[in-house]
């Protein structure tokens, strides 16, 4: 596993905590969560060309 140093302005950082808090997690796991949905999201929406599709 890696290690990834942030600094984030401290209204996200605290957004984040009571996200996490909500959750029930840890903060490295909500943003590990929420960084993993973004991913996934960027890998599954692309955009196909008309050409493509015929």
């Known amino acids: 596993m890696s290690r ?5 302005p401290e209204t996200l950082y605290q957004q984040l905590i ?4 909500g959750e029930g997690v840890s903060l490295n796991q909500y ?4 960084l993993t949905r973004q991913v996934a999201l960027a890998y599954s929406i692309q ?8």
Request: proline fraction near 0%.
């Open 18 to 21: 009571h996200l996490a808090e």
């Open 4 to 8: 990834l140093t942030l600094r984030l």
């Open 31 to 34: 943003i590990v969560y929420a």
């Open 47 to 54: 955009t196909v060309s008309s050409e493509e599709i015929t």
